[in-house]
C-alpha cells in the first residue's frame, strides 16, 4: 500500500543533511535512474520521490511539473564539453573533442536524453532538443570552431573553413548514426569521421 512506502520520508527531510542542493541532487539523481529503468512514459513524480528517499511535495515544491524536472535533471547531469588543448595538430585537436561528445553522448544522461527524444513528440520533444542543443551540441560547434581557427593562424587550415555547416559537421554525424543506427562510435570511427569528412572539408592534409 501506498502508506507503507512514505512513513521514512519526513525523518529524512527534517535532517539537514537532506536538505537544499543536497536534497534537490538527490531528486535530479533519482530522475535520471527512472529514465534509466522506465523510460519517459513509465517515470512519475511519486516514482522519483520514491528513488529520492523523500516526499511527492518535496519534488513538486521545485518543479512543478515532470518536463521542468526531467529537463533539469538532464542538462545538470550532462558532462560539459570544455576547451579542447591546443596540441598544435588539427587532427589531434578534434579527435580529442570528438571523444568528449562520445563521454557526453553515452554517459548515463545521455542515453537517457536521447530515449526521452524517441519518446517525445511535438512541442514537448522540442524542450529536450534544446537541452541537448545547449549541453552538447553548442559547446562542440565553439569548440570546433576555435580549433578550426588555430589550424587557420597555422597554416594548416583554408581560409573561410569556419562556417557553421563545416563546424556542425561532427555533431550533427555522431548524433545521426546514433539515433538512425543506435551504434556506438569506436576510436576507429572517429579517427575515420576526422579523416575522410573533416580534414578534407577544412582543406587540410592527413598526419
Not at 537517457?112 to 517525445?120: D, I, Q
Not at 514537448?124 to 562542440?140: C, L, N, Q
Not at 557553421?164 to 550533427?172: H, K, N, R, S, Y
Request: contains cysteine; neutral net charge; aromatic residues 4%.
Amino acid at each position: 500500500m501506498a502508506t507503507s512506502r512514505w512513513p521514512a520520508a519526513p525523518a529524512r527531510r527534517a535532517s539537514p543533511r537532506r536538505r537544499g542542493a543536497v536534497l534537490e541532487r538527490a531528486i535530479l539523481d533519482a530522475a535520471l535512474e527512472q529514465l534509466s529503468t522506465v523510460g519517459w512514459n513509465g517515470l512519475t513524480m511519486e516514482g522519483v520521490a520514491a528513488g529520492a528517499q523523500t516526499g511527492k511535495a518535496a519534488v513538486y515544491r521545485r518543479w512543478p511539473s515532470k518536463e521542468d524536472l526531467v529537463a533539469d535533471a538532464l542538462q545538470a547531469g550532462l558532462p560539459g564539453i570544455g576547451a579542447v588543448s591546443d596540441s598544435g595538430s588539427v587532427r589531434e585537436d578534434l579527435l580529442q573533442l570528438c571523444r568528449k561528445m562520445r563521454e557526453a553522448m553515452y554517459s548515463r544522461p545521455g542515453i537517457a536524453l536521447r530515449a526521452v527524444l524517441h519518446e517525445c513528440d511535438g512541442a514537448m520533444a522540442e524542450r529536450f532538443h534544446e537541452v541537448i542543443f545547449d549541453g552538447v551540441i553548442r559547446p562542440s560547434v565553439d569548440q570546433i570552431r576555435a580549433v578550426v581557427r588555430r589550424g587557420t593562424e597555422r597554416g594548416e587550415v583554408r581560409r573561410g573553413a569556419e562556417s557553421d555547416l563545416v563546424c556542425e559537421t561532427i555533431p550533427a554525424m555522431m548524433m545521426y548514426r546514433s539515433k538512425v543506427y543506435g551504434s556506438e562510435w569506436t576510436e576507429s570511427d572517429l579517427a575515420e569521421l576526422i579523416d575522410e569528412l573533416m580534414l578534407p572539408l577544412l582543406g587540410a592534409g592527413g598526419e
